[in-house]
């Protein structure tokens, strides 16, 4: 008899989750080695883990989403993951129309409006940030460092906020400057290196990169710079690209996160804003070593990345406009 109920319930699991199928769009391709592929492995330690059918779409534009979406729905598939802040509002406009199907959107907040079949996973952008603005104000040696990203949107403000922040609570308001350009592209090389130039006429030796596939252009701008010239990255490890310039990367892990995120939907959770835990080993955090500086800026890093996750030191979520200074 227990030997029925221990079967029965293996049954139970693997058939309730069978029954769900996970639908993920992309904004660009799964080989970038950098947001995208994160997603795509994700999406396929989702498969792993769960036994469940996975199927996703690359290089999907904004206005091509609402399509793509209904689609997979359409052919049966009852979680959508729309991995890319510029989907949200498009998202919950499909979420309205679709209230059995569960869809999971990526901002730093949750929706106006509720609704109980969209789950948000908050990426808090603005943790990493504080720790690379930081680390760029104790490198440069200009007193100038700069921001590149592609469009302006409430993570992207939040990123500035944070940096900025970090930048004043280490007493440097009135000695680093803080410059900032939007290219309009977070994958557009040619406009990532003009950005870059700029920012490197301006006096800029550390740049902190906001971009996806836009960084290929960055890094030549980098390495091509007259004096010497660092930069920091987003997502994954970029220190190949130019290894004698790069400091770190904020790193994400979005397998972490997503299978706590879709075991809640499977076992019949609501929406709900999901945060990316930060801290070492987990969703979060600041690739540590630091590359290309002192033991002693690594080891203050390291302090500052420490103290954010045992909530010694409180970063600002600002998304609504710019902080900075005049």
Known sequence: MKKFIIIAAVLLV???????KIAAIFPGVI???DYNQLGYQALMDLKKEFGVK????????????????????????????????QYVRITLEVAKKYPDVRFII??????????????????EYH????????????????????????????????EINAIYQAIKDLGMKDIVKLHYIY?????????ARQAAETLISKGC????????????????AVKKAKRKVYFT??????????????????????????????????????????????????????????????LYINEKVKEIAKDIELGKITVKKELRHLLIEK
């Open 106 to 123: 990526e901002d730093e907040a949750p929706p106006k409006e509720y609704l109980p079949n969209v789950f948000t996973l908050g990426r």
């Open 127 to 158: 943790l990493g940030f504080y720790v690379l603005g930081a680390l760029a104000t104790m490198v440069t040696k200009t007193g100038h460092i700069g921001f590149i990203s592609g469009l302006e949107l409430p993570f992207t403000y939040g």
């Open 31 to 33: 080989n970038d080695r």
């Open 205 to 220: 030796d550390v740049l902190i990169s906001g971009l996806n596939l836009g960084n290929f252009g960055l890094f030549e």
């Open 54 to 85: 996975v199927a996703y779409s690359q290089k999907v534009a904004v206005p091509d989403a609402a399509r793509v979406m209904e689609e997979y729905i359409n052919s049966g598939f009852n979680i959508i993951w729309a991995h890319g802040g």
């Open 14 to 20: 693997t058939f309730g989750f069978s029954a769900w």
């Open 233 to 294: 990255a987003t997502y994954t490890d970029k220190s190949k690209s130019a290894p004698d310039n790069f400091l770190a990367a904020d790193l994400f892990n979005f397998s972490y996160s997503m299978k706590k995120l879709v075991r809640d939907i499977m076992n019949g959770e609501k929406g709900k804003y999901f945060s990316m835990e930060w801290g070492e080993g987990k969703a979060r955090y600041t690739e540590i070593p630091v590359k290309n500086v002192s």
């Open 183 to 191: 290219t309009g592209d977070f994958n557009d090389p040619l406009k």
